[in-house]
Nanobody, 128 residues
Framework: QVQLVESGGGLVQAGGSLRLSCTAS????????MAWFRQAPGKEREFVGS????????YYAESVKGRFTLSIDNAKITQYLQMNSLKPEDTPAYYC?????????????????????WGQGTQVTVSS
């Protein structure tokens, strides 16, 4: 089992920045990629971005391209999501995910069903 712990959420004004962190522990040796999703109340979980662990290749949702940046520290098994130019629609809870599915290392998974471990979520609130 892999445990994921997120941190870094909070309240920020529109146009501001936040950095989210997610640290993995447990059986992490077969973690091929990590990702962030977000979910507003009553809505489906939405892909934000993913990063492969071996090469650090990144994939982003169109809604965040150019504003959000993913990075990974393999020594700490921690991924970071730097969020700039935040908008009120970036507001919902953000969830860290990791996957043991090896094809995600090659194809950049974005479907929640492809991810095998999830964090508890961290709230981001962007005020207008």
């Amino acid at each position: 089992q892999v445990q994921l712990v997120e941190s870094g959420g909070g309240l920020v004004q529109a146009g501001g920045s936040l950095r989210l962190s997610c640290t993995a522990s447990g059986r992490t040796s077969s973690t091929y990629a990590m990702a962030w999703f977000r979910q507003a109340p009553g809505k489906e979980r939405e892909f934000v971005g993913s990063i492969t662990r071996s090469e650090g290749r990144t994939y982003y949702a169109e809604s965040v391209k150019g504003r959000f940046t993913l990075s990974i520290d393999n020594a700490k098994i921690t991924q970071y999501l730097q969020m700039n130019s935040l908008k009120p629609e970036d507001t919902p809870a953000y969830y860290c995910a990791s996957t043991r599915r090896d094809y995600c290392a090659a194809y950049g998974c974005h479907d929640p069903a492809d991810f095998t471990s999830w964090g508890q979520g961290t709230q981001v609130t962007v005020s207008s």
